[in-house]
């Protein structure tokens, strides 16, 4: 057992990528393709290096990722944060600001391996609790977080079929966008910030905080060709973005923003429709619209509204003894006064503030 040097990083991307398969099926023939897909499997964009680099670089969290050898060769990682939070204390997190983390490994006796080690970690450094974004549950002992759903879909083989393939209404917001509100869609790498202005913008009206403009720029550096960055104009003036990252056979939208002055003009659809569009066009299998949290209503809704299906996520945690698991989730009572005041806040105290909290809430 070992923690990550720069010497294992190539290894340790290899075996990511190779775990990289979503669960419960998307096609016919979704089954494991090699021994490192037995635990742990599912979206492994947030298991490699690019990630970590980013997260570190922009909020200065300590990197504990844990991999397992066996005659030389990875057999199993767990990637995790240490992140000290003004909020909670101190925390392991598996992985901060993603939708999975967890334990990847060949077999279970190594994935048991890697979660006694990081339990060892989490009594012996006082920490109040070991966070484990896995896609499905695999440790037994360990209590599930069930307020998170991912959502995920096959994409259709040509391009002519994404229309049909959205639920007709859903396609008819993205293709009145496009055709009657005269709409278009840039993929440019240089429409970065303006596609974070208007992300900052949908969170604070969501009374949310937003990451930092830096996290945004470290990620499209650090994942040159494995990203998309796309933005929605009406003339001149932007009305909605994506950010998005190419992994494997999936296309992930992560970051999205809109100005919801102009929310009638459907630009948030047509970010989707583009993309899924765009998806197709390179050739990838999969759609992976990430994850909500059951209680968020509005992007819950979003995602079924455009025909993806919700997914219990797997997440588990341990708490030392002694310790009490925090609460930072937007949905906490304690957050609800708070939030409501970050709505009306201006975007010029919302944008640096948010960027500041973010370091202690890993959501």
Not at 1 to 25: F, I, K, N, V
Not at 84 to 110: H, I, K, T
Not at 351 to 356: D, E, H, K, S
């Amino acid at each position: 057992m070992h923690e990550l040097t720069p010497a294992d990083e190539s290894a340790w991307d290899s075996y990511a990528a190779g775990c990289h398969r979503m669960p419960d099926g998307y096609d016919e023939d979704d089954t494991p393709t090699n021994a490192a897909s037995a635990v742990g499997y599912g979206n492994t964009f947030f298991h490699t290096t690019a990630w970590m680099t980013s997260v570190r670089d922009t909020f200065g969290h300590r990197p504990r990722y844990l991999h397992a050898q066996r005659d030389g060769r990875i057999v199993g990682i767990l990637p995790m944060f240490e992140v000290r939070s003004l909020l909670a204390g101190r925390l392991l997190v598996s992985v901060p600001y993603a939708v999975v983390g967890g334990v990847l490994a060949d077999d279970s006796a190594v994935a048991r391996a890697l979660l006694d080690r990081a339990v060892e970690m989490a009594d012996r450094d006082g920490v109040c609790c070991l966070d484990l974004r896995s896609t499905r549950p695999i440790h037994d002992d360990l209590p599930i977080n069930d307020s998170y759903v991912g959502f995920w879909r096959r994409l259709p083989d040509r391009v002519e079929d994404v229309a049909t393939w959205i639920p007709r209404k859903a396609r008819a917001v993205g293709r009145h966008a496009r055709e009657r509100h005269d709409l278009r869609v840039e993929f440019d790498d240089r429409h970065l910030r303006a596609v974070w202005r208007l992300y900052s913008r949908s969170m604070r009206r969501l009374g949310s905080i937003n990451y930092p403009y830096r996290f945004f720029e470290s990620l499209i550096s650090n994942t040159p060709c494995e990203h998309l960055v796309s933005l929605v104009l009406d003339g001149d003036q932007p009305v909605a973005g994506l950010v998005s990252f190419l992994f494997q056979d999936a296309v992930i939208p992560y970051f999205a923003g809109c100005d919801e002055r102009v929310n009638r003009l459907g630009g948030n659809h047509l970010a989707y429709l583009s993309l899924m569009e765009r998806a197709v066009e390179m050739g990838f299998r999969v759609f992976d619209f990430g994850r909500s949290r059951t209680a968020n209503s509005g992007s819950f809704n979003f995602k079924k509204f455009h025909g993806f299906t919700p997914r219990p996520l797997g997440y588990q945690y341990y708490v030392p003894s002694g310790r009490r698991r925090p609460d930072l989730t937007p949905s906490n009572p304690r957050y609800r006064v708070g939030r409501k005041l970050w709505r009306r806040l201006p975007l010029w105290a919302t944008r640096p503030m948010g960027a500041a909290l973010s370091k202690h809430i890993p959501g």
